[in-house]
């Protein structure tokens, strides 16, 4: 089983910017691919970006693109993960979820379906002030 906790949330002003990290602890033998969420009150859950497991490939979803960074050390789920946020929207507002599926070595493409991730973190509060 593996333990993901997310910090780095807060309360910012438009044009901001935050780092959120997401540190995983627990049974993390293996290799995996790890990924961001999003979801804001009446929305549903909402995919941000995604590393693969190697840190060698990412994505992003379109409304992010340019602004937000994800970065991920080759390696296990106990390599932090983090995703720097620049250039904040009030539109980007929401409880962030880190989340972490293990992968065979050979699959190198980042996962972008929430149906796809098998742990999941609590969530960091993002608010963005206009």
């Known amino acids: 089983q593996v333990q993901l906790v997310e910090s780095g949330g807060g309360l910012v002003q438009a044009g901001d910017s935050l780092r959120l990290s997401c540190a995983a602890s627990g049974r993390t033998l293996g290799v995996y691919a790890m990924g961001w969420f999003r979801q804001a009150p009446g929305k549903e859950r909402e995919f941000v970006s995604a590393?693969?497991?190697?840190?060698?490939?990412?994505?992003?979803v379109d409304s992010v693109k340019g602004r937000f960074t994800i970065s991920k050390p080759r390696g296990s789920a106990k390599s932090p993960m983090t995703l720097q946020m620049n250039s904040l929207k009030p539109e980007d507002s929401a409880l962030y979820y880190c989340a972490a599926s293990p992968v065979p070595t050979g699959f190198l493409e980042p996962r972008t379906s929430a149906s796809q991730y098998d742990f999941w973190g609590q969530g960091t509060q993002v608010t963005v002030s206009s």
């Open positions: 590393m693969n497991w190697a840190g060698t490939k990412s994505a992003y």
